[in-house]
């Protein structure tokens, strides 16, 4: 997740949900839902996000402190890598635009100004 993040310059969303599933099926599994559910609702940035921010409590819930606990890092990295944005984005980063860059997973539509 951290190569794909620094070398590929990526969001790292497909990279953290494979480390989950290697490090927790079980509780992977259950988090799935709302990763699906974004998904069906064209909201996948979102769907991702709520399900990384699940994964330690479903984690815990299931009693397995110790993969609760890497289960976490997964949800600082994807959040680090999508408030940074990318290599092509030199924008100053505003509350407006950090919402927009984690929860929805994009940079927020430029303001056309009239001709």
């Known amino acids: 997740v951290v190569a794909h993040i620094a070398i590929v310059r990526g969001r790292a969303a497909a990279a ?5 599933l290697a490090l927790d099926p079980p509780s ?3 988090v799935l839902a709302p990763i699906l559910g ?9 769907g991702v996000m709520v399900g990384a921010l699940g994964l330690p409590l479903v984690s815990l819930a299931l ?19 999508r408030l940074r944005g990318s290599a092509d984005q030199e924008q100053p980063l ?5 919402w927009e860059r984690f ?5 927020p539509v430029a303001e056309q100004r009239p001709l």
């Open 16 to 20: 953290a949900l494979g480390a989950a």
């Open 94 to 98: 505003s509350f407006a635009l950090a």
């Open 38 to 46: 974004g998904v069906a609702l064209k909201r996948s940035g979102l």
């Open 28 to 30: 992977t599994g259950i």
């Open 63 to 81: 009693g397995r402190r110790r993969t609760a606990a890497w289960c976490a890092v997964l949800p600082a990295l994807m959040a680090y890598s």
């Open 103 to 107: 929860w929805f997973d994009r940079d």
